[in-house]
Structure formats: C-alpha cells, structure tokens
C-alpha cells in the first residue's frame, strides 16, 4: 500500500510539473511576454502593490523573469523529481501569488472557478502534500547510482522504486520535450481544409500588454477607445451566407450562454473595456451581470423600435424617444438614434421631425447620439441644426472581397458605400465620432480595419468580439496609440 501511494504521488507531481514547464517554456519562446498586464488588472487586497509593480520597468523586469525562469525550474524538478520538495515548495509559493492577484470570483482569465476555488488553489494545496511525500523520482535514483558507482558506498541494490521513479521522470521529460519542439518547430497548418485545422488557443490577460489607458470624454461619460459591439452576445450578426451564425439558434448564441457572456464582460472590464453598446433587449443580460459579479460596465442603447412592420415614421420617432426613456431608466450611460431610421429621415427630408426627436431625448439628461450608416446623414443634420452629442457612424475600406457583389446587391455585406466621401467631410465635423463595423462584419482583419479607422478620423471604435478575440484586439489598440497617428489629419473631439 505504501508504494502505491507514493506512486500515485509521483503522478501527480509529474503531472503538474508539465504544467508548470509548459507555461515556463511558452513565455520564454514569446516576444516580449510581460506580466503587466495581469498585474494592472489586479483589484483584490494586494491591488495596489501589484500595479505599483507593474509601472517600475525594473521590478517589472524583475517579476518577468522570476515567473519564467521560476515554472521552468519548478517544472522541471517536479518532473524530474531532483529537490521536489523545495520545487513542490516553491510552487504552491508561486501560485499563492498568482491566486491573491486574480482571485477566482474577480478572474476573467479564462481558467475554469468556482467561486473562491479554481485551478490555482487546488494545484497548490496539491503541492503542499507533494512537499511532505513527493514520491520516487530521478533523484532518488541518481542519489543511488552515485553512492553504488561513484563512493562505493556498500549501500543495498536499488529496488524497483527508484528504477521506476527515475525511467518515468527521464521518459516523461523526452516527451515533452520532443511534443515541445514539434509544436514550436514543426511543420505548420497553412491553410484550413476539410483534413486540417488551425488549433485554437484561448488568449488570456496573462497576454494582455495592459489595460487601455485611452479614453473618449462626452459631457460626464468616459467611454474607452475600443468600445464592446453587443452583436455577438445578441447572436445577432451580419453573417452574409454564414446563415448558421446568426439568430436565436446560431452558433454565436451558442457559445455566448449566460455563464459565458458574464465572463465576457468581466473580462472586458480587466482588458480596459469599460462601456459595451447593446440593443434595449440586452438590458437585462448587463443588470443581471452587474447584480451577479458587482461588475461596472457601462452600456449605451440604439433605442431600438419594435413596432409593427411598416410603421410611419412618426410613430417610429416616438419608439425612439420610448426606447431612450427606458433604457435610461435601467441605467443606460447614453442612448442614440438607431441608423436605419436617421438614414431614412435624412434622405426623405424630416428635418423637423428628426430635430424634434433628438430635442426629446435630451431631456433625459445623458449625452444622446445619432447613429447613420451614410455620411450624409450627417451632412443633413448639421445643415439644419440637429446637433447631438456624438455620432455613431459606420465606417471601413469596404475593401474585402464581398463588399461590391457583382450582381448588383449589397445581400447584407456592405455598410460603408462611400469611405472616400466621409474621410473627406468628416474633418469637418466637430463632435465625437464612435466608428462602428469598421471590420465590415468580420471581412477585414483589425490589423487593418483599426488603424485605418483611427487615422481617418475616429475618436473611438465599436467593434462585436468574442472573449478570445478580446486580448489581441486591446494589444492592437494600445500599441496603435503607442505608436502614434501620423496619418491622422482629423482632430481629437471630446
């Protein structure tokens, strides 16, 4: 009995000795992995010391090569099963770290938690058990062959404990490193077929250069520059023939299930994220997340109308007006006026009608916004004085390959029909200006879908994203403004 337990300790050791080195190797082969990101976003009781890290280059420094060279070393002594006790030590150490920085019910890095419990914690109390009885290992026999080979010791023949601790350390440590280097130098997937898939990898705040730092001001409302689309928590896209992704029985609704689209936005909240954009039937997904997690995320509505098909433009004018009332009620940060119906005003003539409606939405007293998807409509509005807060306005290259189908019809792919006619007139324009489907629904990629939004003009983007998505797109942005905007000729509005 007693060997089996110390087998079976050996098991576990091992096991999480290859997590450790895993995590260790992989940020030694990154470029410029840093740990800033998860210590800026920490907000339990040690908050404040972690950031203050995170802002000294030299302690940054410091903590970056601790944390790799740290797994690594762990990893491989938990493998190998040389000083496991002062590794098994040294790892729950390092993981109570880890655990105080992002405690479970304040994480949004992906791991799986469950309420104060979660990965970490258990490795950990795991640890501290191997560090009484870590169990046989390459140690153990290369403590033996020393004494049997090198001082002659007359110690007795190693048994098969110590033959078997020291083989699966050895065979355990060839296998990682042979799956290690196929992985990192290998033969890559280059394209997708029906044989092969690129593997997906969930990127966590662990990733994360830092939280965006640049903000958007309208009035009292702070809005960051790369605002959350509320599209893809809906299930309601513009999948063009992608008909399966979409609607209440999509994939998109799918994945986003309840426990996911809280997660989304707690994890928003930690990349920086602080304002996501919905219709007036996601209210209640946001008050449900904010009750739930204490979460802070702000939204703003389109003042979405659902009236009957058909209805008269003055009574659609009153649905927004309706829509703004109650989405302010529930806690709306803003509201503004859903494009398809401004569109439809601008170009048949309602100037009174449209003047009088954004009158009555400001009476609610959070800074109102018109959403157009032609710069036009912005045209008209201010050749009549209908002047909002901000505007929501649709903007991309429209150079993908479905943006101009051959056979005469946009068919649900097109949102941007004059990117040259608004990057001229926009300079124009004095309020701020929020940029929506500047990715085209997914066509362009943010490389280059973002630059180009903000060098044209845009003080800020909204833009749908899933919570794997979330980590690259806030790294984009902050090394977007890192860099500068040469090309920008448009002035900041706040």
Known sequence: MENRQEYVAAALRIAI???????????????????????????????PLFKAVAANPVAMRAVDLANEWGLVLIGLGLIAGVLSRVAAGAGALMLAFFYVCQPPWLNATGDAHYLFLDIRLVEAVALVLLACGPGPGLGDLAKGLWAKVVRKDAAPDLGRREWIGGLASCGVLATF??????????PKVDAVTSATAKAFEFTGLDKLSHPIDQFLQIGQLKLSRLILGGGMISGYAHPRDLKYLSGPNGLMKAYNTPDRTRHTLAFAEKAGINTIIINPL???????????????????????????????????????VKGAQMSVDRGAASCFMRG????????????????????????????????????????????????????????????????????????????CTDPEGLRAYMPTVKQPWIAFKVLGAGAIHPREGFPYAFNNGADAICVGMFDFQMVENVNLVNKIFEKGLPERKRPWHS
């Open 177 to 186: 490193g042979g799956l290690f280097a196929r992985w990192k130098w290998g």
């Open 17 to 47: 000795g290859w997590h450790f080195l895993y995590e260790g190797v992989w940020k030694l082969c990154q470029d410029n992995w840093t740990a800033a990101g998860f210590l800026k976003s920490s907000e339990w009781i040690a908050g």
């Open 340 to 415: 398809e119906y401004t569109d439809n005003m601008a170009v048949k003539g309602q100037d009174k009608l449209f003047r009088n409606c954004l009158a009555e939405m400001k009476k609610l007293g959070v800074p109102i916004g018109i959403g157009c998807h032609e710069w036009k409509t912005v045209k008209f509005c201010l050749e009549h004085d209908i002047v909002p807060d901000y505007w929501m306005l649709t903007f991309n290259s429209r150079k993908y390959w479905s943006a101009t189908p051959s056979f005469g019809t946009n068919h649900d792919n097109c949102w």
């Open 282 to 320: 996601l209210i209640d997904t946001v008050t449900d997340y904010w009750k739930r997690t204490g979460g802070k995320i702000q939204f703003i509505t389109n003042c979405g109308y659902h009236g009957a098909p058909g209805a008269g433009e003055e009574e659609i004018a009153k649905g927004l």
